[in-house]
């Protein structure tokens, strides 16, 4: 082990940073759409958030600070279908060049 | 609800512990000591949760109060200002 203990990049708590950002904005369709899976799969009991948010700390240092908050989101929700068996890597392959056809 | 180990003005330490899994004790409270403010109810063990087991049983969960000055050593707010942390109890013991 390295002397360092194992501290996540999500577990910023007294670590120096800028300040705050307090401004509000509006949320677009995308991240609406996100959060209404997220609650969703709650509600059906497929993904609880301690699952998510578990997922969004595995993400590696470097994607956890280059993605916005809801593209973690989507993410972690992915990594967790795929931990539940409700769909498969490959299947998620396909789909994921179909759509990127559509453009 | 499991009978809680600690009670409200009880002194406790957080385990000065570094595992992996998903942990909701943050890093920086880790080692640290405090009283306990107040029981907060039992819930499932997130770190269980998380990893798509039941969490079961319930875990206490407790309000832990602690001295700014004692968790920053650069603290240079008022000498008795306090930082309110939620604490699972298996992350506790007595001091």
């Known amino acids: 082990m390295a002397d360092a203990p194992f ?23 995308w991240e609406r759409r996100i959060d209404a899976m997220a609650v969703l799969l709650g ?7 301690d699952q998510r948010r578990r997922n969004v700390e595995a993400l590696p240092p470097q994607a956890y600070d280059a993605l916005a908050y809801y593209e973690r989101w989507v993410v972690a929700l992915g990594q967790s279908l795929i931990q539940r068996g409700l769909i498969t890597s490959a ?3 396909r789909k994921m060049m179909e759509v990127e056809k559509r453009a | 609800m499991p009978e809680p180990l600690f009670r409200p003005g009880e002194r ?3 385990l000065k512990a570094y595992p992996l899994g998903h942990v909701r004790t943050p890093f920086y409270i880790r080692g640290c000591t405090g009283t306990v403010e107040r029981i907060c109810g039992a819930f499932p063990n997130p770190e269980e949760l998380a990893q798509m087991r039941d ?3 319930p875990q206490p969960l407790y309000r832990v109060r602690f001295l700014q000055k004692e968790v920053w050593p650069d603290y240079r707010g008022a000498a008795g200002d306090v930082l309110e942390v939620e604490i699972y109890q298996h992350w506790l013991e007595k001091t």
């Open chain 2, 55 to 57: 969490g079961l049983p």
């Open chain 1, 43 to 49: 509600w059906k009991k497929v993904v609880t958030v």
């Open chain 2, 12 to 14: 406790v330490r957080v």
């Open chain 1, 7 to 29: 501290r996540g990049c999500h577990d910023l708590g007294g670590l120096p940073a800028g300040p705050v950002e307090r401004s509000e904005h509006d949320y677009a369709d």
């Open chain 1, 91 to 93: 299947e998620l392959a």
